[in-house]
């Protein structure tokens, strides 16, 4: 699958729609897949799956882009779009992206539709290997988020090499 369409799609729709969509379909798939195969194989099929298809977007957003704090800061537009994320930034310079997210429509959507238990499979799960496809010498610290109970989610973006 070509994901530079697919993004496409997202940077018009927002994502907190596509994300909405793609949990009204695969709910009901993962019920039925899970029935035949059982939850936790059903879980890691649809996660490694997830982990790889971030990555890829995260590469495609770097090309178009660029792959520093900046262009990093500027891709966020399409994960807030509709309110759908309140940030709060902490700390911003040439090698640090620290903020923390402090109200996540994303989680209460998940909630509404019954599906809790999937936001972070579905939604959460995707900032590490986004950021790793973005820039390979960047990491991603998160500590809590709201999906898991969390009061805000903490996100802490180093963009130095690694070492």
């Known amino acids: 699958m070509n994901n530079t369409n697919t993004d496409r799609i997202t940077q018009e729709i927002g994502v907190l729609k596509r994300r909405e969509t793609e949990a009204r379909i695969l709910a009901p798939i993962m019920d039925a897949l899970n029935d035949r195969f059982g939850k936790e194989e059903v879980l890691e099929v649809i996660r490694k799956k997830i982990i790889a298809l971030s990555r890829e977007q995260g590469e495609n957003l770097a ?3 660029g792959n520093d704090v900046d262009a990093f800061l500027k891709t966020l537009e399409f994960w807030t779009q509709d309110n759908a994320l ?24 998940y909630e509404s539709l019954g599906i809790k238990e999937l936001g972070a499979t579905l939604s959460c799960n995707r900032d590490y290997a986004l950021i790793e496809g973005f820039n390979p010498d960047a990491t991603l610290v998160r500590e809590k988020t709201i999906m898991s109970g969390g009061d805000c989610c903490t996100f802490r973006y180093n963009f130095s090499s690694k070492k």
């Open 63 to 65: 090309n178009e882009y």
């Open 86 to 109: 309140e940030i709060d930034i902490i700390e911003k310079n040439q090698t640090t992206l620290n903020f923390n997210v402090v109200r996540c429509r994303y989680a209460e959507m």
